[in-house]
Structure formats: C-alpha cells, structure tokens
Nanobody, 120 residues
Framework: QAPLVESGGGLAQPGGSLRLSCAASRFSFALYNMAWYRQVPAKERELIASIESPGGNSNYVDAVKGRFTISRDNAQDTLYLQMDSLKPEDTAVYYC?????????????WGQGTQVTVSS
C-alpha cells in the first residue's frame, strides 16, 4: 500500500462542506509534521495547511484560514481536513504528505490525491 492515501473528495456546492481524510502507513505517523496541499491544472502544488507532531500548532495559508481545519488522529494514523464555506476557487486535487521540520518540504511519495470540485 502507498504510504499516503487520500479520500473524501467530491462535488460540493459553494458554501458547502467536505471532510478529507489521509490514511498513512509504513511510517511512524505520530512523529511527523503533516500537511495538506492542493493543485490545480498548470499550477504548482501548494501547501495550504500544516499541523505539528504529535498534534500541536497548525498553520494555514490566507486563502483557507478561518474556513478549513486540519487535524490528526495519531491512534488511527489519519490526517483530516475539514473544509467549510467552500468556494469555487477551492476546486483542486488535494494531497497530504509528511513535511520536514526544518524545510517544510514533503518527505514521501505522493498519493493519488482526491478531487474536490466546488460548483453550483
């Protein structure tokens, strides 16, 4: 199994909500800072939210601050992203990864991602 498997994407209306999950395996999930990224066609993958190990501070880019919440369940090796007040510009493929403490660079091979489409 790939070390990171994202799920929970789909179609949502503007103003709606979705909850993404990221199942981690084959590494000590609780020891790593984790992050959610998103990518739209022709653009680079963008880190949008991160959470420290084992469950400390979280950080968000301005575009999602106040609307998205990152959380983790270390007992289940799972990372979550609660997305509320969705906007059409949130449409993207969403990915998770562990991140380096010093550089915030992603550490593991990317999963397949999960598509989020926000449209009426």
């Amino acid at each position: 199994q790939a070390p990171l498997v994202e799920s929970g994407g789909g179609l949502a209306q503007p103003g709606g909500s979705l909850r993404l999950s990221c199942a981690a395996s084959r590494f000590s999930f609780a020891l790593y800072n984790m992050a959610w990224y998103r990518q739209v066609p022709a653009k680079e993958r963008e880190l949008i939210a991160s959470i420290e190990s084992p469950g400390g501070n979280s950080n968000y880019v301005d575009a999602v601050k106040g609307r998205f919440t990152i959380s983790r369940d270390n007992a289940q090796d799972t990372l979550y992203l609660q997305m509320d007040s969705l906007k059409p510009e949130d449409t993207a493929v969403y990915y998770c990864n562990a991140v380096s403490t010093s550089t915030t660079l992603p550490l593991f091979p990317w999963g397949q991602g999960t598509q989020v489409t926000v449209s009426s």
